[in-house]
Every structure is written in C-alpha cells, then in structure tokens.
C-alpha cells in the first residue's frame, strides 16, 4: 500500500470559518485523486483536473452557493422547491 502524496493545498473561507482543503494522490484507491478540508468534508475524483476545480469551489464558494446554503439554514426541509399553499 502507497502513501498519500500531497498534490496541493487550497486556503480560503466558507460559513464565516477560515478552512484548508488538503489535495492528495492514492494510487492504491480507485479513485486516485480526493481531497479532505478541516470542517470535515471530503471528496474522490478519477482525474487531478477535476480534483482542483472542486477543492477551489469547495474553499471558495460562488455567491450562488451562498445563497443556497443559507437558504437551506433558513427554510425547513420539507418546503424546499415546492411552493406552499395559504
């Protein structure tokens, strides 16, 4: 069994916390690329490609994202997507 070898490190922010997201290689996983963030997230990819596009996303999130994750904190469950009658 190999070692992780370390294919780079993204800093940023999201949900008001400062986060790193650790990007690695595994030869010996079937996905061989993943990375793993400090709030505890964590994500495999098949190619280096899209392993840094979704680690940059991850610890730089879009405005829409923002949105959307507050959104979620502010909206219960069960409404999401369906207009509610009154």
């Known amino acids: 069994m190999s070692d992780p070898r370390l294919c780079g490190i993204h800093y940023g922010r ?3 916390a400062r986060v790193t997201a ?6 010996s996983q079937t ?4 990375w793993q963030c400090t709030c505890g997230a964590s994500q495999r990819f098949p190619s280096e490609y899209d392993l840094e596009r979704s680690a940059f996303r991850h610890t730089h999130p879009t405005r829409w994202d923002r949105c959307t ?6 909206l219960p469950a069960g ?3 369906r207009r509610t009658e009154r």
Do not use: K
């Open 14 to 16: 999201h949900d008001g």
């Open 22 to 27: 650790t990007a690695t290689r595994d030869d």
């Open 31 to 34: 996905l061989p690329y993943g």
């Open 69 to 74: 994750a507050a959104l979620r904190r502010i």
């Open 79 to 81: 409404t999401r997507g």
